[in-house]
């Protein structure tokens, strides 16, 4: 039985991407946090989708603006992944918390949350033999975080604009 957060099985059909997750032990929910981040690798693998289905013992349709926020969502999570393969600038980077390769994975895997960039420089391992390479590499981490938290922060912003409250019969509006 595999679980939500390894990489789904899935197929395209038009714009319409079919993940199939009987085999998984998850909850065939975006609720679910595994199902969440197995969706979000695929769709930032994958573009112009305008349907996900979550085909399992039944089938979850997701359209319209679920999927355009999950689009939204995977854009970053795309971003990660593509500094992810950044190179590391010195051999001894390779331990370090803010390698490419172990940061943008983990702020990855946090998504939708996202790292304060003010504690940066406590998970930096500085190097003796090379400072400014790291105090460049901070100010790069920072920066690509900040680019990030704006994409999230636009995301909110149109998520609430699309959002609308739900009263059902008896409830004061």
Known sequence: M????????YRRKG???VIECRECSG???????????SVLRI????????EIVLSGDWEVSYMGDS???????AKVVRT??????LPNRFQDCCSCPLSPSKFYASVSN???RLLDGSGIETLARRSSKHPRACDDCMGRVNSNLEGMRYSLEE??????????RVVGVGDEA
């Open 110 to 112: 946090g998504l939708p």
């Open 43 to 50: 769709m930032a693998m994958e573009g112009g989708v305008e």
């Open 80 to 85: 990660c992944m593509d500094l992810s393969m």
């Open 2 to 9: 595999r679980r939500p957060s390894e990489n789904c099985p």
């Open 15 to 17: 714009n319409e991407l």
């Open 27 to 37: 909850s065939q929910d975006l609720l679910d946090e595994g199902c969440l981040r």
């Open 67 to 73: 999927v355009a926020v999950i689009g939204s969502l």
């Open 155 to 164: 995301l909110g912003r149109e998520v609430a604009w699309k959002a609308f």
